[in-house]
C-alpha cells in the first residue's frame, strides 16, 4: 500500500496538499462518508486518515463498514479544534502510535506528561 489519502476540512487540504499528500475537503460528516463510501464502493487501496472532527461524527452503521474493509484502513488524525482541556496534542499522538503499534512508547530523558483536569 504505497497511497495516504486524508479526509479534512476545507481549509486543511492545502496544508497537506502542500506537503504532498492527497487529500480530501469535507464540510461535515456525511459528506465525508458520502466520498469515503465512493472509495470503499470502488475497492479503493490506500491508508485513509480522517480529521477525528470528522469521524467522531460519523454514523456508527458506516464505521462500522469501514473498520470491516481490508483495503481502506483508516486512522484518526488530530483536527484544528481542540477536543477537551485535558489532553494535549502530545498525548493524542502517543495515543496515535499506542494504537498503531499495540503499545506505548517513551523516550529516554523524557518526563511524563501529567494531565490536570
Not at 506537503?19 to 469535507?26: D, H, L, S, T, W
Not at 474493509?69 to 481542540?82: K, T
Amino acid at each position: 500500500m504505497s497511497r495516504l489519502l486524508v479526509v479534512t476540512y476545507p481549509t486543511l487540504v492545502p496544508g497537506f496538499q502542500l506537503a504532498g499528500v492527497e487529500a480530501y475537503g469535507a464540510e461535515d460528516a456525511e459528506s465525508a462518508q458520502n466520498l469515503i463510501g465512493t472509495w470503499l464502493d470502488a475497492g479503493e487501496v490506500a491508508l485513509l486518515a480522517i480529521d477525528e472532527g470528522l469521524l467522531e461524527h460519523m454514523e456508527q452503521t458506516f464505521i462500522e463498514r469501514l473498520q470491516a474493509a481490508d483495503n481502506l484502513p483508516y486512522l484518526p488524525i488530530p483536527g484544528s479544534e481542540p477536543i477537551g482541556m485535558g489532553i494535549s496534542r502530545r498525548h493524542r499522538i502517543e495515543e496515535m502510535i499506542r494504537r498503531a503499534i499495540g503499545f506505548q512508547v517513551t523516550f529516554k530523558g523524557e518526563a511524563t506528561e501529567v494531565n490536570e483536569s
